[in-house]
């Protein structure tokens, strides 16, 4: 059965801080990891990742994924309040466009 | 326009009641979603369409009943519901061929009684 693990569930660091969060797979018919960030609505795309070793960055935040060892990360450099959130890791599959998302990480960053 | 939308953005409904959720895009995605999503969870998928035709529906309950009339709208139409159905759905698109990205829409608040 496909699955999606996130660690860890929740988290609470201070402003300024550097958080890792980790997301591992597995998942047949593999294509891409996707990234989302929630807040109290719906998720917003982060990143998606397709090849394995190559970091993507937005500002604070970057992410990459290791195809071999199935597994994810998300980096949050200097954190803020505003990153406070659900991080939601979702794999997507080659077939019928199914994605499969993890349970989510809950960051909250205190003043 | 790169943006999803959602009508209502709450509901409230009896067990008897027959309602529509709507969702639209004009990114030209041609692959749509309806996810629900329970407190603290995340997302689970209930429906895909893909060039206007289902391509997955995940075992939902016949009382809910999805439709895409076309490519840019998709519904979904509920009736006979639960308590336990309360929750969050979630809208989602996606070009499918080069892009695999999901947008998602705001979501429609849904409370059963």
């Known amino acids: 059965e496909d699955k999606v693990v996130q660690s860890p569930l929740s988290l609470v660091v201070h402003e300024g801080d550097t958080v890792t969060l980790n997301c591992s797979y597995e998942v047949t018919n593999f294509r891409s990891l996707l990234w989302y960030k929630q807040e109290k609505k719906a998720p917003t795309f982060l990143f998606m990742l397709?090849?394995?070793?190559i970091e993507k960055k937005s500002g604070r935040l970057s992410s990459i994924l290791d195809k071999k060892e199935l597994f994810s990360i998300l980096n949050i450099t200097a954190t803020q309040t505003g990153d406070s959130a659900v991080y939601l890791c979702?794999?997507?599959?080659?077939?019928?466009?199914?994605?499969?998302f993890g349970p989510g990480t809950s960051l909250s960053v205190i003043p | 326009d790169t943006e999803v939308t959602q009508t209502p953005k709450h509901l409230v409904m009896g067990m008897t009641n027959k309602k529509s959720l709507k969702c639209e895009q004009h990114m030209g995605h041609r692959a749509m979603y309806w996810y629900k999503q329970k407190a603290k969870k995340p997302p689970e998928l209930m429906f895909v369409y893909s060039y206007e035709k289902l391509s997955i529906n995940e075992s939902v309950p016949s009382r809910f009943s999805p439709e895409c009339p076309n490519s840019s709208l998709l519904n979904l139409h509920l009736h006979a519901l639960q308590p336990e159905d309360s929750a969050l759905y979630l809208c989602?698109?996606?070009?499918?061929?080069?892009?695999?990205?999901?947008?998602f829409g705001p979501g429609t608040r849904l409370l059963v009684l």
């Open positions: 397709t090849s394995s070793g």
């Open positions: 989602a698109s996606s070009h499918r061929d080069n892009e695999e990205t999901q947008y």
């Open positions: 979702a794999a997507r599959k080659t077939s019928y466009d199914k994605v499969i």
